[in-house]
């Protein structure tokens, strides 16, 4: 016994290719859509590289002949990374801005790490300055756990978002940070420059060149 509902009809390659259609372009738009909520690598290492090649480049220029950088270069340094890291934190709150839930929870106490990992640093450099170590050893240990957060805090922040060039940049700084303290004042000031911001520049450049590809 036959019938004519079309309900019985088989489906064809032409009914079905719609319908793959659709399913592409919702899984494209859905990895576009996650792409967009991820930090930028490029941005990321080229903010913090010009501001670590400018600002302890300039530190080591001043620092060189008679072991204290100028007034003017501490400055430009001071400068330099509060800019870098304004743009981290606006960065990060524009492309994580419209999602709800756990992950806006997420962004928002990872913006509040921030300032609590600079106020404990203040807190550590100014305990040893009171007490007694010299203004080198102070120079080191303020310059070294700096980079240990701002190094943390990338990390943390590539595994949040699952931003692998976040994730590199973060261990990046911190163990030039770390290398910058064994290679001792003032010198410490070009490791920064040349390894910290010339190597974050060339991992822009990188991550860049992988976007294209």
Do not use: C
């Not at 064809?12 to 919702?26: E, S």
């Not at 310059?143 to 943390?152: D, F, K, M, Q, S």
């Amino acid at each position: 016994m036959t019938t004519d509902d079309p309900k019985d009809e088989a489906p064809t390659d032409a009914d079905a290719t719609p319908d793959l259609a659709t399913a592409l372009a919702i899984i494209a738009a859905q990895r576009h859509r996650a792409e967009d909520t991820r930090p930028s690598g490029v941005l990321l290492f080229g903010i913090w590289g010009a501001a670590w090649l400018v600002g302890y480049g300039a530190l080591w220029l001043t620092s060189r002949d008679d072991g204290d950088p100028s007034l003017l270069a501490v400055v430009v340094a001071i400068a330099a990374g509060v800019a870098a890291l304004v743009v981290t934190i606006v960065h990060v709150l524009h492309r994580t801005r419209g999602i709800a839930g756990a992950s806006a929870r997420e962004g928002a106490l990872y913006g509040i790490a921030w300032p609590v990992g600079f106020v404990a640093q203040s807190m550590i450099v100014g305990g040893l300055a009171q007490a007694g170590a010299s203004g080198e050893v102070v120079a080191l240990a303020a310059n070294a756990i700096a980079a240990l957060v701002v190094g943390l805090l990338y990390i943390a922040g590539g595994l949040l978002w699952r931003a692998t060039s976040m994730y590199v940049l973060g261990g990046w700084m911190a163990l030039t940070g770390a290398a910058a303290a064994l290679t001792g004042y003032p010198d410490s000031y070009l490791v920064m420059a040349l390894a910290g911001g010339g190597g974050m520049l060339a991992g822009a450049v990188v991550v860049k060149v992988r976007a294209r590809d």
